[in-house]
T-cell receptor, first 116, second 109 residues
């Protein structure tokens, strides 16, 4: 089946540094990728929708200058957390849409970000 | 506004049956998904319903009633590994996914 690879799975960084998370669709072309954040014991929160070749659409309350999203190709989207702070520590998950109409999402395995 | 409701937590016994309900109010409807999420992991797809009725897939079944804005996920012959959160998600008229908060299912021996 369709596979989405997300890397890294875990990252620990110091406050003030930037972290890049990659999301790749391995056997299909994903015109749309989604980035989610999930705090402990809470549901997925959509951060932004990333369309290949165009600017990402951010959800209300998500700072686009802090969470930089690049969707340079049909198989790769990246999320960069700039100037990370401890409150940015969270579980970040990407997903890629396979096809149009019927929304079938394939999830990456997630990235556990810890900012110290 | 758009809203999806599901119980926060449920407890069931190994070998038993449990039904997790989900009600939704969305702008349009293009399908309902159930996902399973173990702690610290990404969600995994369980089922997709777009027409009314019951979809059976092994130990798991999902039911949809569009007129009632209601779905349930039925898990039979519960196993300890079924302990997880179960997320209900609805695709609205713009094909955007609206997520429920998830139901944490605790299985006891």
């Amino acid at each position: 089946g369709a596979v989405v690879s997300q890397h890294p799975s875990r990252v620990i960084c110091k406050s003030g540094t930037s972290v890049k998370i990659e999301c790749r669709s391995l056997d299909f072309q994903a015109t749309t990728m989604f980035w989610y954040r999930q705090f402990p014991k809470q549901s997925l929160m959509l951060m932004a929708t990333s369309n290949e070749g165009s600017k990402a659409t951010y959800e209300q309350g998500v700072e686009k200058d802090k969470f930089l999203i690049n969707h340079a190709s049909l198989t790769l989207s990246t999320l960069t957390v700039t100037s990370a702070h401890p409150e940015d520590s969270s579980f970040y998950i990407c997903s890629a849409r396979d096809g149009y109409g019927v929304v079938t999402l394939h999830f990456g395995n997630g990235t556990r970000l810890t900012v110290t | 506004g758009q809203n999806i409701d599901q119980p926060t937590e449920m407890t069931a016994t190994e070998g038993a049956i449990v039904q997790i309900n989900c009600t939704y109010q969305t702008s349009g409807f293009n399908g309902l998904f159930w996902y399973q999420q173990h702690a610290g992991e990404a969600p995994t797809f369980l089922s997709y319903n777009v027409l009314d009725g019951l979809e059976e897939k092994g130990r798991f079944s999902s039911f949809l009633s569009r007129s009632k804005g209601y779905s349930y996920l039925l898990l039979k012959e519960l196993q300890m590994k079924d302990s997880a959160s179960y997320l209900c998600a609805v695709t609205d008229s713009n094909y955007q996914l609206i997520w429920g908060a998830g139901t944490k299912l605790i299985i006891k021996p």
